[in-house]
């Protein structure tokens, strides 16, 4: 069993969806908790961090992580074709040597 | 803030060549910094990390001969393929360690085509 599991999709919305993503991880001691968007031929670009459970919004997204659950979501509201990119989560357990156990990315489509 | 450039973007060579490629954080110092390689529709593979002033620590299966990594600068690491033939070709990126230890900044990659 990965570490960290996130389904590679992909998804293919309509303009205006929301998007929801997800990971489960099985290591309890992650702590800190973050999103990545990479477009085609880029490298990832930090979207969302988070530490410990709880929600938290930037725009129109919004970061969720449920500890206990061992669960983390991102949701993308009014979704738009600019948002077309794969989103891969990350985990750390901030022991100061910066290191990321990744998901396998999902690969989203928004359909103008 | 927490900006990382790469350099080339882009970078076709010939087999047997060796290639220089550049990390630098822009705006911060990094301590570590890390070296990856992407193969197309896949996620991240980590190749290695690299700490200022020492040696790099290779991730298993990387051959650290072929894969020359120098982090000379709390700014700068390089990566060196040396010797690079096809199967070499590959999407390669860095990332610079900030905040408190617990999160990576990435630049924007690094293309090699060996013919």
């Known amino acids: 069993q990965k570490e960290v599991e996130q389904d590679p999709g992909p998804l293919s919305v309509p303009e205006g969806a929301i998007v929801s993503l997800n990971c489960t991880y099985s290591n309890s001691a992650f702590q800190y908790f973050m999103w990545y968007r990479q477009y085609s031929r880029k490298g990832p670009e930090l979207l969302m961090y988070t530490y410990s459970s709880g929600n938290k919004e930037d725009g129109r997204f919004t970061a969720q992580v449920d500890k206990s659950s061992k669960y983390i979501s991102l949701f993308i509201r009014d979704s738009q074709p600019s948002d077309s990119a794969t989103y891969l989560c990350?985990?750390?357990?901030?022991?100061?040597?910066?290191?990321?156990?990744f998901g396998a990315g999902t690969t989203v489509t928004v359909r103008a | 803030g927490a900006v990382v450039s790469q350099h080339p973007s882009r970078v076709i060579c010939k087999s047997g060549t060796s290639v220089k490629i550049e990390c630098r954080s822009l705006?911060?110092?990094?301590?570590?910094m890390f070296w990856y390689r992407q193969f197309p529709k896949q996620s991240l593979m980590l190749m290695a990390t690299?700490?200022?002033?020492?040696?790099?620590?290779?991730e298993q299966g990387v051959e650290k001969d072929k894969f020359l990594i120098n982090h000379a600068s709390l700014t700068l690491s390089t990566l060196t393929v040396t010797s690079a033939h096809p199967e070499d070709s590959s999407f390669y990126i860095c990332?610079?360690?900030?905040?408190?230890?617990?999160?990576?900044?990435f630049g924007p990659g690094t293309r090699l085509t060996v013919l």
């Open positions: 705006d911060f110092q990094a301590t570590t």
């Open positions: 990350a985990m750390s357990v901030g022991s100061n040597d910066y290191k990321l156990s």
């Open positions: 990332s610079a360690g900030s905040g408190g230890g617990d999160t990576q900044y």
């Open positions: 690299s700490n200022e002033g020492s040696k790099a620590t290779y």
